[in-house]
């Protein structure tokens, strides 16, 4: 009877300890609805501050979302600069919407980049507006996108 209950006790005692060590990797769960962040920002607001700083949250898995404005027939278009702690956020893929008066020669759209949240942690996402050839303008426009991922 000692003996059952001594077994009894520690196994117990032992089983967090074995559930808190078959959990140690991340894993998304096929089940989980990823958690969507996101940020707009458009050519007008650039008119009053040439640089700009946001903050978004987004989870685990999830993706975030960077709608800007642009106007490509001035010869200007965004670009990623720098993704700080790649580890955490990655970009998956870029999209230009033309305007949607389509009868007006020359106006702007808008570019779309959606970035996967690969873990949680902070990162920030730097993006410019310029003209990509040499001798091209450069920075006429950035964004600094801190990044909290949970």
């Known amino acids: 009877m000692k ?4 077994f009894g006790l520690v196994s117990i005692l032992l089983l967090p300890l074995l559930i808190a060590g ?24 650039f008119a009053v501050q040439n640089d700009v700083l946001k903050y978004v949250e987004a989870a685990y898995p999830g993706t975030v979302t960077v709608r800007l404005g642009s106007n490509p027939t001035t010869g ?12 955490v956020i990655a970009e998956v893929s870029n999209n ?3 305007p949607t ?13 959606v970035f996967n949240t690969k873990d949680t942690g902070l990162a920030i996402i730097r993006m410019s507006y ?4 040499s001798g091209g303008e450069k920075d006429l426009y950035t964004v600094s996108i ?4 949970r």
Do not use: F, M
């Open 146 to 149: 801190n990044v909290n991922i």
């Open 76 to 87: 200007y278009s965004w670009e990623v600069t720098e993704i700080v702690h790649p580890e």
């Open 22 to 45: 078959c959990g140690s990797e991340k894993e998304a769960s096929p089940t989980a609805t990823p958690a969507t962040g996101s940020v707009g920002i458009t050519l007008d607001e």
């Open 101 to 113: 008066a389509t009868n007006i020669v020359g106006a702007g759209g808008t570019e779309e980049w």
């Open 96 to 98: 230009y919407e033309g």
């Open 130 to 133: 310029s003209q990509p050839w």
């Open 3 to 6: 003996r059952i209950l001594i």
